[in-house]
């Protein structure tokens, strides 16, 4: 949409509480939420635990649902609506981090292709090796390629259809963990520890979900219809992207009943395969692998649009070498360097989450704080002549800086990352509560005052 436009003209308001659940259900129904599971697993939780984090986690889609909430009543997108907290020059810094979270997900989703047509090679009696692992990325690579070729009505067509594919497909598959599960074992599982095992679990699950889509989320709320219900488009926001979510993680949970090496592996696909029956498995990750290619279109379609947000302006040609090199070397590292996908992935989704974490609850401590009677448009203009809200800014930084003073991990080591801190992505929750305070601080300094709506 043209920049210039600051409002959604009235016109455009067309969708429905119904038709915002299914665009969220449908864009948070994948093979992702299984991995998201297996994850989960991975801190060593009993089955109850994992269960309950899955819950806590697929509700960090709450935060989206509020998001959402402002910009339909506001009628303005997320990134315009960041400009009153920010500033126009300073709205940059979540620019910049929206970029970042493109190229990471069109990377992941590189690579949980690869793996995926890597599973499937066993039908035909490949093992994995390098070389068929290479063929794999050049195959689902090529399909990428290939895919954007294709106009973007017919994109949504296929994605709509594998998304009710994957539905229906996922529902049989959990019909068969349930009743393969080990429960007399599952239900024997030792608790792990709720400060370092659980809530580590519920941040890399909310970085990688809610706090994530939060940035999309006025995008969508801002073209909802004028006489719906605020309360309507939050919860229809936040169940959603909920709903699927959890009920994929439990799959994920469930699976680690019946494959333990679940909890331990660098690729739960191979895992996964091997649980279910091999006709099945073929079918379900073609669809899971073909649903991903719209998602990776988009993200390259979108990647000239990042980068002249930040400032930075280049050919659609060059666009596409730069942005084609970084998802390159990225799955290349993954898949044949370092060899592990499940450590990679919860790397990227803490860096990630510290980010996003800080500059959500800045966006919505903004709203509540000094947008109570709604935000001014000369604020929100791109010709505003206020280039920096010193205040959001300050605070996004500290309090992102401080995050990554409270984590460590395979590439970072904070030098306060000890304790309850070592090891796991409690920097997430960390940066968020910081923000917080540090706009608290903000409103103190600033007093009672409510800007006023031009």
């Known amino acids: 949409m043209d920049d210039k436009i600051i409002k959604i003209p ?12 299914y665009n969220w259900f449908a864009a948070n ?22 269960i309950v984090a899955s819950l ?19 009628g303005i997108t997320t990134f315009k609506l960041s400009r009153a907290a920010y500033g126009t020059y300073g709205n940059k810094i979540p620019n910049a981090i929206a970029w970042f979270n493109m190229v990471g997900w069109l990377s992941v989703n590189i690579i949980t292709g690869t793996l995926l047509l890597v599973s499937l090679f066993k039908v035909i009696h490949v093992q994995k090796n390098p070389l068929t692992t290479a063929i794999a990325l050049i195959i689902f690579g090529g399909l990428v390629l290939l895919s954007g070729l294709l106009k973007e009505a017919t994109l ?3 994605q709509t259809w594998l998304s009710w594919i994957f539905g229906v497909l996922t529902a ?23 400060i370092t095992g659980f809530l580590p679990a519920v941040s890399i699950v909310a970085a990688g979900s809610g706090i994530s889509w939060s940035m999309a989320a006025a995008d969508w709320g801002a073209y909802v219809k004028p ?103 990225i799955p290349v590292y993954v898949l044949f360097i370092s060899g592990n996908f499940l450590s990679n992935f919860e790397i ?29 448009t000369k604020l929100v203009d791109p010709q505003s002549s206020t280039h920096y809200n010193w205040g959001g800014i300050v605070s996004w930084l500290i309090a992102t800086i401080t995050g990554f003073l409270f984590t460590n991990n395979a ?36 007093g009672g005052h409510h800007e006023k709506v031009a």
């Open 172 to 194: 049989v598959i959990l019909v068969i963990f349930l009743m393969k599960a080990n429960w007399h074992e599952a239900l024997d599982l030792p608790s792990g520890s709720w």
């Open 156 to 158: 949504a067509k296929i």
């Open 227 to 329: 006489n719906t219900k605020p309360a309507a488009t939050f919860w229809n926001t936040a169940m959603g992207g909920a709903v699927p979510l959890f009920i994929l993680m439990a799959g994920g949970v469930l699976l680690s009943t019946i494959e333990p090496q679940l909890a331990t592996t660098g690729n739960p696909f191979d895992v996964m395969y091997s649980a279910l029956p091999s006709w099945l498995g073929v079918i379900y990750f073609l669809v899971a692998a073909g649903g991903l290619i719209p998602q990776c279109i988009v993200s390259l379609r979108s990647a000239r649009i990042n980068l002249s947000t930040i400032g930075i302006n280049v050919s659609q040609r060059t666009s596409l070498i730069v942005h084609g090199l970084i998802v390159i070397l």
């Open 348 to 376: 990227f989704l803490n860096f990630l989450g510290i980010c996003l974490a800080s500059w959500v609850a800045i966006f919505l401590c903004d709203s509540v704080m000094f947008r109570e009677n709604g935000y001014d």
């Open 29 to 50: 129904i994948g093979i992702m939420g299984f991995v998201y599971g297996a994850m989960i697993v991975s801190y060593h939780l009993s089955f109850l635990q994992a």
């Open 10 to 21: 009235e016109a455009d308001k067309t969708l429905t509480p119904s038709k915002l659940f």
């Open 411 to 446: 590439v970072w080591t904070g030098p306060f990352a000890h304790g309850i801190f070592a090891n796991n992505s409690l920097g997430v929750f960390v940066s968020a509560i910081l923000a917080i305070i540090c706009m608290f601080i903000v409103k103190l300094i600033k």
């Open 56 to 74: 806590v986690g697929s509700l960090s889609f709450l935060v989206p649902g509020w998001v959402a909430m402002i910009g339909q009543r506001e």
